[in-house]
T-cell receptor
Framework: GENVEQHPSTLSVQEGDSAVIKCTYSDSASNYFPWYKQELGKRPQLIID?????GEKKDQRIAVTLNKTAKHFSLHITETQPEDSAVYFC?????????FGTGTRLLVSP | SAVISQKPSRDICQRGTSLTIQCQVDSQVTMMFWYRQQPGQSLTLIAT?????????ESGFVIDKFPISRPNLTFSTLTVSNMSPEDSSIYLCSTESNQKGYFGPGTRLTVL
């Protein structure tokens, strides 16, 4: 079935540390994997995405890796800052739609 | 990126009534999506709305409860019908632009 698992559900780090959030998906036909950041009371914002023809993508302090064989993809945030605190959602494409993971609440302490 | 607006931003409704949420995009888009996000939860797709065809509903969502209109390529509405307190949630519309997904600001619905 259409399923995206996301771990951990909560993650607390000290400012300057790295944070890693992991997701797995079930359909080998999925070919698009975006990550969204949602601050309290705000809409989800796309922060980075990766397509299945690429294994890794980086944008400043944020990177995403994809292992198609294992159906895993991960978000890496380096040098975390308090403003990175939010809920992060991964998603995987199933046909023309996205299925979202359950979310990770990231707390970055000064 | 697509600029998406929604109306109303929030509403408090009585049990048994209906509410229509509007979604406006600043450019023509093929597909629009309606999601529900219950407090502290993830995003659940309700339906996909293409202009000129019937909306496609996900498992657990039916047209009688969540009728959708898509009269043109920039606009869609979602109606939450015969509401109960369990319908209290945030409803978000979404679309794609340049192969990337964008969300509207959401409509926070409280049903008493």
């Amino acid at each position: 079935g259409e399923n995206v698992e996301q771990h951990p559900s909560t993650l607390s780090v000290q400012e300057g540390d790295s944070a890693v959030i992991k997701c797995t998906y079930s359909d080998s036909a999925s070919n698009y994997f975006p990550w969204y950041k949602q601050e309290l009371g705000k809409r989800p914002q796309l922060i980075i995405d990766i397509r299945s023809n690429v294994g890794e993508k980086k944008d400043q302090r944020i990177a995403v890796t994809l292992n198609k064989t294992a159906k895993h993809f991960s978000l890496h945030i380096t040098e975390t800052q308090p403003e990175d605190s939010a809920v992060y959602f991964c998603a995987a494409s199933y046909g023309q739609k996205l299925v979202f993971g359950t979310g990770t609440r990231l707390l970055v302490s000064p | 990126s697509a600029v998406i607006s929604q109306k109303p931003s929030r509403d408090i409704c009585q049990r048994g009534t209906s509410l229509t949420i509007q979604c406006q995009v600043d450019s023509q888009v093929t597909m629009m999506f309606w999601y529900r996000q219950q407090p502290g939860q993830s995003l659940t797709l309700i339906a996909t709305a293409n202009q000129g065809s019937e909306a496609t509903y996900e498992s657990g969502f039916v047209i009688d409860k969540f009728p959708i209109s898509r009269p043109n390529l920039t606009f869609s509405t979602l109606t939450v019908s015969n509401m109960s307190p369990e319908d209290s949630s945030i409803y978000l519309c979404s679309t794609e632009s340049n192969q990337k997904g964008y969300f509207g600001p959401g409509t926070r619905l409280t049903v008493l």
